[in-house]
């Protein structure tokens, strides 16, 4: 009987333990999304750039803000935001795809992508607008470089 008392415990702590990391392994997925190689959704912001040619304009492939906003280029000075290049209109809460953003974008250069939340007035503001962060509370922010014409692999979209 006692031997039966101890098995049963057994059963029941391997059971509970199990169905509690199943448990949060469900939970980390709901709230951590793979949306391509380069963007995880952690939170309710994210941005993708990914590598694109010279030119006088760069597509944004996706940008998800919780609140509207601003997609914003900037230099890559050694892992920092240098001098701003180009901005988004203002987007709205949610998703958006495929935005261009005008500016000069030289090859070989890398520059980063943000997001920056509208302060109310639909005007990027440096200022008063704020950086976006993600749900572990790093400012949103991804890095890219321009690449020589034939370089890139073609983009199909999502």
């Known amino acids: 009987?006692?031997?039966?008392?101890?098995?049963?415990?057994?059963?029941?702590?391997?059971?509970?333990?199990?169905?509690?990391?199943?448990?949060l392994i469900k939970k980390s997925k709901t709230e951590t999304k793979t949306l391509n190689q380069q963007t995880v959704l952690i939170g309710k912001n994210a941005i993708n750039i990914n590598d694109q040619e010279e030119g006088t304009s760069i597509i944004v492939d996706l940008a998800i803000l919780e609140k509207p906003g601003f997609a914003v280029i900037k230099i890559d000075k050694a892992g920092k935001p240098g001098k701003l290049i180009g901005a988004s209109n203002l987007l709205q809460k949610g998703e958006?795809?495929?935005?261009?953003?005008?500016?000069?974008?030289?090859?070989?250069?890398?520059?980063?992508?943000?997001?920056?939340?509208?302060?109310?007035?639909g005007i990027l503001d440096m200022v008063s607008d704020t950086r976006l962060r993600d749900g572990l509370g790093n400012e949103i922010e991804i890095k890219f470089t321009i690449t020589e014409p034939g370089s890139t692999s073609p983009y199909y979209g999502y």
């Open 96 to 121: 958006s795809r495929s935005i261009s953003i005008s500016g000069q974008f030289k090859i070989n250069q890398n520059y980063l992508g943000m997001l920056y939340t509208d302060n109310g007035d």
């Open 1 to 23: 009987m006692k031997n039966l008392i101890n098995s049963l415990l057994i059963i029941a702590i391997i059971g509970g333990t199990s169905y509690y990391i199943y448990a």
